[in-house]
């Protein structure tokens, strides 16, 4: 909706100079003379601070500079703003009103309040570091100008910019899990869920980084040009992610919750485009409102799966577990690995972590550890140790600077 130019009247300095006026006016009509004099004096004023205000709006200029159009999480925006008097008068009170950052931090930024001379001009300078993903407004949302009374009030709507910042993408060298680890490493046959070289269902062109294991190599010595060949698969998807972005607290959403939620979200993008880029297909589910699901099988879906972790927050106490047996009992689930991205110990999930150990079903349990207080994570390794050594996946994430390491160097039965 456009914004346009408003005027505001102060009723009360309105109302004192009303006042002042008709005293004068009693004392002119009584005294006569220099009191009268005064009077049509007095009543040129408002009439001269009006122009004056109207040629102070139509000089002042703005100018916002940012030093970076798409940041990412943990950069830092240097926002400067720039105030200029290009009329040929002083303007004696000028005011902003900047948009708020981000509702969910303390981030903000004062407004200022000042006078300019003829010609003068007036730099501010902030940095905004998006240390959370979300969305961040920076910038002014109005200037406003007031008259030498300061009777009326000219506010001016100003634009601001709005930045997306989304997580960091890490880069997976290894994550051996089930039998997609087989496939990736070349090393076996595919088993239920993965492509079957005797369905070939077409072909597609090549684009890099994708794999080139299954490049039809007659096709490409006859035409020159290379090409996938695509093949259909004895049960999709290939692998079920089902991330927990659960909050105990969902209307006050602390910092500490926003730093545990960044952590889940970069395991995930992690673990996406580590199988897309394998050509793994995989599903996406997360319990937010609506619920979230995202479905791909190659490089080419990261893109498409990044942009939507915008809209990933916490919601209820919805239980992951949940949904995935809703899956299975609808029908909807095929794959026969799950892996978990969870912060709590949810009903049922470690219950059947344990049962499906010597079944058919591979599960794997990723534990985010970001905001879990010592004794607690003490009282959770032992209790994972235990159903690690009855042969349970289980990768605990320490904090969002080990997130790497420790999916990398973990193969889920690891003992502390």
Same mark, same amino acid.
Not at 90 to 99: L, M, N, R, T, W
Not at 345 to 365: A, K
């Given at each position: 909706?456009?914004?346009?130019?408003?005027?505001?009247?102060?009723?009360?300095?309105?109302?004192?100079?009303?006042?002042?006026?008709?005293?004068?006016?009693?004392?002119?009509?009584?005294?006569?003379?220099?009191?009268?004099?005064?009077?049509?004096?007095?009543?040129?004023?408002?009439?001269?601070?009006?122009?004056?205000?109207?040629?102070?709006?139509?000089?002042?200029?703005?100018?916002?500079?940012?030093?970076?159009?798409?940041?990412?999480?943990?950069?830092?925006?240097?926002?400067?703003?720039?105030?200029?008097?290009?009329?040929?008068?002083?303007?004696?009170?000028?005011?902003?009103?900047?948009?708020?950052?981000?509702?969910?931090?303390?981030?903000?930024?004062?407004?200022?309040?000042?006078?300019?001379?003829?010609?003068?001009?007036?730099?501010?300078?902030?940095?905004?570091?998006?240390?959370?993903?979300?969305?961040?407004?920076?910038?002014?949302?109005?200037?406003?100008?007031?008259?030498?009374?300061?009777?009326?009030?000219?506010?001016?709507?100003?634009?601001?910019? +709005?930045?997306?910042?989304?997580?960091?993408? &890490?880069?997976?060298?290894?994550?051996?899990?089930? !039998?997609? %680890? =087989?496939? #990736? $490493?070349?090393?076996?046959?595919?088993?239920?869920?993965?492509?079957?070289?005797?369905?070939?269902?077409?072909?597609?062109?090549?684009?890099?980084?994708?794999?080139?294991?299954?490049?039809?190599?007659?096709?490409?010595?006859?035409?020159?040009?290379?090409?996938?060949?695509?093949?259909? +698969?004895?049960?999709?998807?290939?692998?079920? &992610?089902?991330?927990?972005?659960?909050?105990?607290? !969902?209307? %006050? =959403?602390? #910092? $500490?919750?926003?730093?545990?939620?960044?952590?889940?979200?970069?395991?995930?993008?992690?673990?996406?485009?580590?199988?897309?880029?394998?050509?793994?297909?995989?599903?996406?589910?997360?319990?937010?409102?609506?619920?979230?699901?995202?479905?791909?099988?190659?490089?080419?879906?990261?893109?498409?799966?990044?942009?939507?972790?915008?809209? &990933?927050?916490?919601?209820?106490?919805?239980?992951?577990?949940?949904?995935?047996?809703?899956?299975?009992?609808?029908?909807?689930?095929?794959?026969?690995?799950?892996?978990?991205?969870?912060?709590?110990?949810?009903?049922?999930?470690?219950?059947?972590?344990?049962?499906?150990?010597?079944?058919?079903?591979?599960?794997?349990?990723?534990?985010?550890?970001?905001?879990?207080?010592?004794?607690?994570?003490?009282?959770?390794?032992?209790?994972?140790?235990?159903?690690?050594?009855?042969?349970?996946?289980?990768?605990?994430?320490?904090?969002?600077?080990?997130?790497?390491?420790?999916?990398?160097?973990?193969?889920?039965?690891?003992?502390?």
């Amino acid at each position: 909706m456009k914004r346009t130019m408003s005027i505001h009247f102060k009723v009360k300095a309105l109302a004192g100079f009303v006042f002042v006026m008709i005293i004068i006016y009693l004392a002119g009509s009584y005294f006569g003379g220099v009191m009268l004099f005064l009077m049509y004096g007095l009543l040129l004023l408002p009439l001269l601070s009006i122009a004056h205000l109207l040629i102070s709006v139509f000089g002042i200029k703005y100018f916002q500079y940012f030093s970076s159009d798409h940041p990412v999480k943990g950069e830092t925006i240097r926002y400067r703003v720039v105030l200029t008097n290009e009329s040929f008068l002083s303007i004696s009170k000028v005011s902003s009103h900047f948009v708020t950052v981000n509702p969910l931090m303390d981030t903000m930024i004062e407004d200022f309040h000042l006078s300019l001379s003829r010609g003068e001009k007036k730099e501010f300078v902030y940095e905004i570091t998006c240390s959370y993903r979300g969305i961040y407004n920076v910038g002014l949302d109005s200037v406003t100008v007031a008259d030498m009374l300061d009777l009326v009030n000219v506010t001016i709507p100003v634009w601001h910019r +709005t930045f997306y910042v989304y997580p960091r993408i &890490l880069t997976l060298s290894r994550f051996f899990f089930g !039998a997609e %680890s =087989l496939l #990736i $490493k070349a090393s076996a046959a595919a088993p239920a869920g993965l492509p079957d070289s005797t369905l070939v269902r077409g072909i597609r062109e090549y684009r890099e980084p994708a794999s080139a294991r299954h490049i039809f190599w007659k096709k490409f010595a006859a035409t020159g040009l290379p090409v996938l060949k695509e093949y259909d +698969t004895s049960a999709t998807p290939e692998v079920a &992610l089902y991330i927990d972005l659960s909050n105990e607290d !969902a209307a %006050s =959403l602390s #910092i $500490k919750a926003l730093e545990r939620e960044d952590v889940s979200i970069e395991i995930l993008t992690a673990l996406v485009r580590y199988y897309l880029k394998a050509d793994i297909r995989l599903t996406v589910t997360c319990h937010c409102n609506p619920i979230f699901t995202f479905k791909g099988d190659r490089l080419e879906a990261f893109d498409e799966f990044y942009r939507t972790t915008i809209n &990933l927050f916490s919601g209820g106490l919805q239980n992951p577990y949940e949904l995935f047996r809703a899956d299975i009992s609808e029908g909807r689930l095929e794959s026969k690995s799950v892996i978990f991205i969870t912060h709590r110990i949810t009903p049922g999930l470690f219950d059947f972590l344990e049962e499906s150990i010597n079944s058919d079903m591979q599960i794997l349990v990723i534990f985010n550890h970001t905001t879990t207080g010592d004794r607690e994570k003490k009282k959770y390794r032992r209790f994972f140790n235990t159903l690690r050594d009855r042969g349970a996946n289980i990768v605990e994430v320490h904090s969002p600077h080990s997130i790497i390491e420790d999916m990398e160097g973990n193969d889920g039965n690891e003992t502390v």
